[in-house]
């Protein structure tokens, strides 16, 4: 079993920095790419940012510029690096491993920002 654990969430000021973590334990080996998605209240699940087995990162629009993806070398753990941080940043931030065995999903984190 996959289990992905997500931390660093909070409460923050408009123009704040957040550092989310995702942990993944169980059975799982290599990966072809993780990323991170945010949820709004009364709002669809977004993306955010991708980081793939080679190292290329993605990002959204509404983030470019503002966070940065990145992972750990030799484990399945990822970070997103928030700064500049604007209330409509305001979510559940979720992290997703994509793996040769299945689509894996965090349990999520919540991030608010505060104008």
């Known amino acids: 079993q996959v289990q992905l654990v997500e931390s660093g969430g909070g409460l923050v000021q408009a123009g704040g920095s957040l550092r989310l973590s995702c942990a993944a334990s169980?059975?799982?080996?290599?990966?072809?790419?993780m990323a991170w998605y945010r949820q709004a209240s009364g709002k669809q699940r977004e993306w955010v940012a991708t980081?793939?087995?080679?190292?290329?990162?993605y990002y959204a629009d509404s983030v470019k510029g503002r966070f940065t993806i990145s992972r750990e070398n030799g484990k399945i753990m990822m970070y997103l690096q928030m700064n500049s941080l604007e209330p409509e940043d305001t979510a559940v931030y979720y992290c997703?491993?994509?793996?040769?065995?299945?689509?894996?999903w965090g349990q999520g984190t919540q991030v608010t920002v505060s104008s």
């Open positions: 997703n491993v994509n793996a040769p065995q299945g689509n894996f």
């Open positions: 169980g059975r799982i080996f290599s990966v072809n790419g």
């Open positions: 980081i793939t087995s080679g190292g290329g990162t």
